[in-house]
């Protein structure tokens, strides 16, 4: 049964920073692609960052570049997304995902989320 379970998130102020930790298991985590995502009520889900499996092609949004950060421990299983520079909008529920194949670019080419985490930036 794959399963990945997210921590980290909370509240944090403008200009803060906020690690979020994704624990991957049930799968073979070093030849996965692994991906951030976020959402907030009424938008669609739109990709922050993306990791292929030999983690040699990692791809930011331009909400995500200069300010975030993913990688990854395939000894832990683990992948990370440091957020910095935080603003207000960055406030949204935070999903880490991940997906086989060569490479995965957007939330429809992955099959397994996690359970969501919620970030607010006050001001």
């Known amino acids: 049964q794959v399963q990945l379970v997210q921590s980290g998130g909370g509240l944090v102020q403008a200009g803060g920073s906020l690690r979020l930790s994704c624990q991957v298991s049930g799968l073979l985590f070093s030849r996965y692609n692994m991906g951030w995502f976020r959402q907030t009520s009424g938008k669609e889900r739109e990709a922050l960052a993306t990791e292929r499996w030999g983690g040699r092609d990692t791809v930011y949004s331009n909400i995500a570049k200069g300010r975030f950060t993913i990688s990854r421990d395939n000894a832990k299983n683990t992948v990370v997304l440091q957020m910095n520079s935080l603003k207000p909008e960055d406030t949204a529920v935070y999903y880490c995902?991940?997906?086989?194949?060569?490479?995965?670019?957007?939330?429809?080419?992955?099959?397994?989320w996690g359970q969501g985490t919620q970030v607010t930036v006050s001001s």
């Open positions: 995902a991940a997906a086989g194949g060569t490479s995965a670019y957007t939330d429809s080419e992955y099959p397994y």
